[in-house]
């Protein structure tokens, strides 16, 4: 069983702060960059941040630049996304995902249909 699990998502107010996490569970996150992608109502899913299988590398979606930052502890098994200054673009459900082999790199584009294994999303809404 590959395995991921999103959680961490939740109301919060303009120019607040979450974090999320991605549990990969069935398999180990030492080799798979993971990707974190975004999809509001009404839009497609984009990609918002990817961090490579030794988090030596990351890439962000220019909307989210210096505001997120991806890390991750394969220790234990887990990847973050730390969301400050949040703004309501930023609603919308969160999702983590790995390619279908252990591809450690981040691709230059992230593209949804590239990857194979994906969490179940977690909900984040920015309102006041």
């Known amino acids: 069983q590959l395995q991921l699990v999103e959680s961490g998502g939740g109301l919060v107010q303009p120019g607040g702060s979450l974090r999320l996490s991605c549990a990969a569970s069935?398999?180990?996150?030492?080799?798979?960059?993971i990707v974190w992608f975004r999809q509001a109502p009404g839009k497609e899913r984009e990609g918002v941040a990817c961090?490579?299988?030794?988090?030596?590398?990351?890439k962000y979606a220019d909307s989210v630049k210096g505001r997120f930052t991806i890390s991750r502890d394969n220790a234990k098994n887990t990847v973050y996304l730390q969301m400050n200054n949040l703004n309501s673009d930023d609603t919308a459900v969160y999702y983590c995902?790995?390619?279908?082999?252990?591809?450690?790199?981040?691709?230059?584009?992230?593209?949804?249909?590239?990857?194979?294994?994906w969490g179940q999303g977690t909900q984040v809404t920015v309102s006041s």
């Open positions: 995902a790995a390619p279908r082999w252990p591809v450690g790199s981040c691709r230059v584009r992230l593209v949804p249909n590239e990857y194979h294994y």
């Open positions: 069935g398999f180990t996150l030492d080799y798979y960059a």
């Open positions: 961090s490579s299988s030794s988090g030596g590398s990351t």
